[in-house]
Each structure stands twice: as C-alpha cells, then as structure tokens.
C-alpha cells in the first residue's frame, strides 16, 4: 500500500501548497491514509490522518493550519497546508498501510514512525523559506 505523494515545492513562510494522494479504489474506499513528513536528522512523523469514512485527526504541530480532504471520484486525498512555517520544510509522504500504526512511537510531542519500517513510496519535498 506504498502510495506516491506529490505537490510538493518551494513556498515562502505564510503561503500554502496543496499536496495530493492518489490511491486505487480499493485502497482508497478500505484503508485510512497518513501523510508523514522526515525533516533532514529526524525521525518520520505523523502529521495527519483521514480514515475511509472521512475522519481526519491532526498532529498539535499541524492543527488549524492543514486540512485533509477525500476526492472519491479521483480516489484522492489533499493535504491543504496553510500558513506554512519553515519547520514544515521536510519530505511529505502518503501512506495506506494499516500495519503502520504498529511502529508508532508516540508521546506528548506527537507520534514518530520507528526506523525499522521501511514501506514507503516517493516523497514530494516540501520547502519553507524567504
């Protein structure tokens, strides 16, 4: 369930990109999909989640400034990011796997996906900056 993000590019702090998520209709009617994001030196974490059923959870670092949306025609899922800060710089990634959310680690400062998971599909690199 290894799924190809896109969208991703160049954006000056306070501006906005939309990222997309396209997955098969089966995938896509059956499976919640996560998008993830890996800064240079750090862990994969979780930035958001949509379920198939269109409920949408949010990491405190994103919240009120992402927004995840479902296109059941296109079976595609946007990350909408607003605001955007240069802490969001990192490489975005989707994800569909239901056995990832066994190699969570999570705390108070949200969760990370341990190194020893390694089913994942193209990024799509994401930079804030002047």
């Known amino acids: 369930v290894q799924l190809q993000a896109s969208g991703g590019g160049l954006v000056q702090p306070g501006g906005s990109l939309r990222l997309s998520c396209a997955a098969s209709?089966?995938?896509?009617?059956?499976?919640?999909i996560g998008w993830y994001r890996q800064a240079p030196g750090k862990q994969r974490e979780l930035v958001a989640t949509?379920?198939?059923?269109?409920?949408?959870e949010y990491a405190d670092s994103v919240k009120g400034r992402f927004t995840l949306s479902r296109d059941n025609a296109k079976t595609t899922v946007y990350l909408q990011m607003n605001s955007l800060k240069p802490e969001d710089t990192a490489v975005y990634y989707c994800?569909?796997?239901?056995?990832?959310?066994?190699?969570?680690?999570?705390?108070?400062?949200?969760?990370?996906?341990?190194?020893?998971?390694?089913?994942w599909g193209q990024g799509t690199q994401v930079t804030v900056s002047s």
């Open positions: 949509i379920t198939s059923s269109g409920i949408t």
């Open positions: 209709g089966s995938i896509f009617s059956s499976n919640a």
């Open positions: 994800n569909a796997d239901p056995e990832i959310v066994t190699f969570y680690s999570c705390s108070g400062n949200g969760c990370y996906v341990r190194d020893e998971y390694d089913h």
